[in-house]
């Protein structure tokens, strides 16, 4: 079960290695970046539900998301989902924003029918409402190079040297993938600061 955990790590590293592309205050209105301005209005196209709807609209009068409005998100979601059979356990990140850790499901089959539960449950709820948010948070100029990102938010807690950069982080998130089929875990990688910089620009270790 342990090593099946680690594939699972390691496939999502390889994926989000893949697929790399695309403050913390409350803004004025008016004042959006243009990138976050565009990625609210995509928000409010692409909604499903009325509540996201009311979400983006007022995001955009407002100029942006709320941690309560994100909250509210996340809370319909975890009633979907528990609706559905599946529990779920989070950790509540420093920037606010949730984070699985783990659920009830243990087969190929239960997990197969867990992530068609997410994503049924995330559509309307936390799909599009908490990507806009981490934007907003983190990314509000829509920086293509997320890594470049995740390396700055590296340095600025203490995490790692001066002179490491996105292109080091890239390197060692594929040591780390290797290392997590192995059976080794990458501490460097696994520190709740590295979680916290990793997961807030979109990477999940």
Excluded at 93 to 116: D, W
Excluded at 128 to 146: C, H, S, V, W
Excluded at 176 to 189: E, M, N, R
């Amino acid at each position: 079960m342990r090593r099946s955990s680690a594939m699972r790590q390691a496939v999502a590293v390889a994926a989000m290695l893949a697929a790399v592309s695309a403050c913390t205050e409350q803004r004025q209105p008016g004042s959006l970046p243009p990138a976050l301005h565009a990625q609210l209005q995509l928000g409010l196209e692409q909604s499903s539900t009325e509540f996201e709807r009311r979400v983006f609209r007022d995001a955009l009068a407002m100029g942006g998301i709320s941690q309560k409005d994100y909250e509210e998100a996340f809370t319909l979601y975890r009633r979907c989902v528990r609706s559905a059979g599946l529990i779920e356990h989070y950790q509540q990140l420093p920037s606010g924003i949730y984070r699985i850790v783990g659920s009830n499901a243990r087969t190929q089959k239960q997990m197969e029918s867990a992530a068609k539960k997410i994503e049924s449950c995330a559509d309307g709820t936390t799909m599009r409402i908490e990507a806009t948010y981490r934007m907003q948070l983190f990314n509000p100029n829509g920086e293509k190079d997320l890594l470049k990102l995740a390396a700055e938010c590296l340095r600025d807690k203490g995490e790692v040297g001066p002179q490491y950069d996105g292109k080091r982080l890239r390197e060692d998130l594929r040591e780390f993938q290797t290392q997590q089929v192995g059976g080794k875990p990458a501490a460097h990688l696994r520190s709740p600061a590295a979680i916290d910089c990793l997961y807030n620009v979109g990477f999940a270790i």
